[in-house]
């Protein structure tokens, strides 16, 4: 056998582009003229299943698909609310438990102390403008009487925060360090960030029911995608030159993650909290339709009553206290950044 004459075969991604896109209009016209000679411009998509055969041997589909596929979602979850009874009763135990005693400390500081000391944290990460503006807006807060709802909103975002940070961060660590765990997040990430966010809002009353824990857990699956995806690429954009370094060196893999990736991979991680921070306060806003309480109850009873001052009013103080965190978390990360580039 010549070998020399035989011709290796070319994959589609190595064909000029031109060439891709001539294939590929061929496919449509020969799809799009095949499916109008047979069915005809009026092709309605199958929706049916469950094929049923009459008396005169005429086949009939007489179930919607969506209708089967909604069934069977709705009894994997009744399934996973009796299983997990135990479960999901003891972590809504838990996160009552935690957010009374937050809030509760909360309301008992004084409010000038909290004013001042969220003042003088302003002006220690940032400048004088976010001195004034943190002071005014919580001056503000306080006289439109939203001062103990706020405090209620931020005992939901702390715990809400805390867990996605506890979760986010070793989960982009994860899928960093292995590719195939990187391609299984991926498309679940995506889902997560583009799932409409009173869709979140279901599972939360299923599992937990009315009030503040079905809130915290559709506000967790919400705002936890940044902190993982900017963990991940964080960690991913440390020079491979720096991490073999320390290899050569001799530092275990735990070392260099800890003593090398992370500290360098700091303020893009700092940047996925700030963005889980800033969609935690937005969820927790709507979160307050499945009586989560909190800032949003304002904007809710004034949407019920038609009242355009008291919404105007109350999601005033949700943008202040937004800006406020955000300022704050984002001042953190900068003078990282700032301190890194120094050293």
């Given at each position: 056998?010549?070998?020399?004459n035989?011709?290796?075969r070319?994959?589609l991604?190595?064909l000029r582009?031109a060439y891709?896109?001539?294939?590929?209009?061929?496919?449509?016209?020969?799809?799009?003229?095949g499916?109008?000679?047979?069915?005809g411009?009026s092709m309605?998509?199958p929706?049916?299943v469950?094929?049923?055969?009459?008396?005169?041997?005429?086949?009939?589909?007489?179930?919607s698909?969506?209708?089967?596929?909604k069934?069977?979602?709705?009894?994997?979850?009744?399934?996973?609310?009796?299983s997990g009874?135990?479960l999901?009763?003891?972590?809504?135990?838990a996160v009552?438990?935690?957010?009374a005693?937050?809030g509760?400390?909360?309301?008992?500081?004084p409010?000038p102390a909290?004013l001042?000391?969220?003042?003088l944290l302003?002006f220690?990460?940032?400048?004088w403008?976010?001195?004034?503006f943190?002071?005014l807006?919580?001056?503000?807060?306080?006289?439109?009487?939203?001062w103990?709802?706020t405090?209620?909103?931020?005992?939901?975002?702390?715990v809400?925060v805390?867990?996605?940070?506890?979760?986010?961060?070793?989960l982009?660590?994860?899928?960093?360090r292995?590719?195939?765990?990187?391609?299984?997040?991926r498309?679940?990430l995506d889902?997560m960030?583009?799932?409409?966010s009173?869709?979140?809002?279901?599972p939360?009353?299923?599992f937990f029911?009315?009030?503040?824990?079905?809130g915290?857990?559709?506000t967790?699956?919400y705002?936890?995608p940044?902190?993982i995806?900017?963990t991940?690429?964080?960690?991913?954009?440390v020079p491979a030159?720096t991490?073999?370094?320390a290899?050569?060196?001799?530092?275990s893999p735990?070392?260099?993650?800890?003593?090398?990736q992370?500290?360098m991979?700091?303020?893009t991680?700092?940047a996925?909290v700030n963005?889980?921070t800033?969609?935690?306060l937005?969820?927790?806003?709507?979160?307050?339709?499945?009586?989560?309480?909190?800032l949003g109850d304002?904007?809710?009873r004034?949407l019920?009553?038609?009242?355009?001052g008291?919404?105007?009013l109350?999601?005033?103080?949700?943008?202040?206290?937004?800006?406020v965190?955000?300022?704050?978390?984002?001042?953190?990360?900068?003078?990282r950044k700032?301190?890194?580039?120094a050293?």
């Open positions: 056998m010549n070998q020399g035989t011709t290796p070319t994959p991604g190595a582009p891709r896109w001539g294939i590929g209009l061929l496919v449509v016209v020969v799809v799009l003229g499916c109008l000679l047979i069915w411009p309605d998509f929706t049916k469950s094929s049923v055969v009459s008396s005169d041997g005429v086949v009939t589909l007489d179930r698909i969506r209708d089967v596929t069934n069977t979602i709705n009894d994997w979850v009744r399934w996973m609310t009796r009874k135990w999901f009763d003891g972590l809504k135990s009552d438990y935690v957010l005693n937050i509760r400390v909360l309301k008992w500081l409010w909290v001042v000391g969220l003042a302003s220690a990460v940032g400048r403008s976010l001195l004034v943190t002071s807006a919580l001056l503000f807060i306080g006289f439109m009487d939203f103990d709802t405090m209620d909103t931020v005992a939901l975002m702390v809400a805390v867990i996605a940070i506890a979760v986010g961060i070793p982009g660590v994860t899928g960093a292995s590719s195939l765990a990187d391609n299984m997040m498309p679940i889902g960030q583009t799932m409409p009173f869709v979140y809002l279901l939360g009353i299923l029911g009315l009030g503040k824990p079905a915290i857990f559709a967790l699956i705002a936890i940044p902190v995806r900017l991940n690429l964080g960690i991913r954009q030159e991490v073999e370094a290899r050569a060196f001799g530092s735990w070392q260099i993650l800890t003593r090398v992370v500290p991979a700091l303020p991680i700092m996925g963005q889980t800033m969609m935690a937005a969820m927790v806003t709507i979160a307050s339709l499945v009586a989560a309480g909190g304002h904007v809710n004034a019920q009553k038609n009242d355009a008291s919404g105007l109350a999601g005033l103080a949700i943008v202040f206290l937004a800006i965190i955000d300022r704050l978390t984002q001042s953190v990360a900068s003078g700032e301190a890194m580039s050293g």
